[in-house]
């Protein structure tokens, strides 16, 4: 069984889009990021980072103690790697045409989109944040044409077969509209794009939830204080013994 730490976010639903893929059980543990559960010494134990996803596989290939992995293009390759499937690891053109992709959305795709959302969210009370704006709001849209480069002539990124790269990048396409991006400026990344939004798996890997939306009216100001105080401006943690 795997237990994924999960919150519906980009990174969240890449794992669960490729599980939903593999057909293999899982059990959601919902991580409220909002509420600051990726802060708990549970969770930091399996993600040190105290970024989820994680998953702990209490059955893994081989035996043995359950394994435990975080980051999310990490968790994609271990599944796929166990599983054999969308990951052609025989063949090493094949292998790497896949694993450039998966760093890829890993280094580029993901932080940059994160980075453009969570500028647009700023208050103007922070401060002008136009320079961010801007420099983010370009970066997304260059990274959108290096999709669509990649695909004009190859049907997934990484050639002719669906992979963990298509799985990886497509999450953080959803929300195109929010980004400011036509996708008529893109035709090969929007083919690309309706053909892997039509998988079912893909589809029921996207509604995967983690319980009840919490109600903004029932967090006391006293909560949303200390949400506040472990959610931003964070710097380095102590080490045991410091």
């Known amino acids: 069984m795997i237990d994924v730490h999960y919150w519906p976010t980009p990174n969240g639903k890449k794992v669960t889009i490729l599980l939903e893929e593999l ?16 802060f708990k010494d549970g969770f930091l134990a399996i993600s040190p980072n105290n970024r989820m996803p994680a998953i702990v596989d209490t059955e893994p290939k081989g035996g043995g103690g359950p394994v435990s992995v975080f980051e999310s293009g990490a968790i994609l390759l271990y599944l796929a790697e166990k599983e054999d499937r ?3 690891r025989h063949d090493v053109h094949a292998k790497y045409e896949v694993v450039q992709w998966v760093i890829w959305q890993m280094a ?10 969570h500028f647009s969210r700023v208050p103007e009370s922070a401060g002008d944040q136009s320079y961010a704006r ?25 050639g002719d077969d ?56 029932s967090v006391t100001p006293e909560e949303q204080e200390r949400r506040r105080k472990i959610l931003y401006n964070q710097r380095a943690r102590p080490a045991p013994g410091a």
């Open 134 to 158: 801007h420099r983010f709001n370009d970066e997304v849209h260059r990274l959108y044409g290096v999709l669509n480069h990649r695909l004009h002539d190859r049907r997934f990124l990484a």
């Open 23 to 38: 057909g293999v059980p899982y059990t959601i543990v919902p991580v409220n990021i909002g509420r600051g559960d990726q």
């Open 108 to 117: 580029n795709q993901g932080p940059k989109f994160g980075e453009r959302g």
């Open 86 to 88: 969308f990951w052609p």
């Open 162 to 217: 669906y992979s963990i790269a298509d799985i990886a990048a497509y999450p953080w396409s959803v929300g195109w509209q929010q980004q400011g991006i036509d996708l008529n400026e893109f035709r090969y990344f929007k083919r690309w794009f309706e053909e892997v939004s039509a998988r079912p798996a893909v589809q029921r890997g996207l509604a995967v939830k983690a319980g009840e939306p919490e109600d903004p009216a």
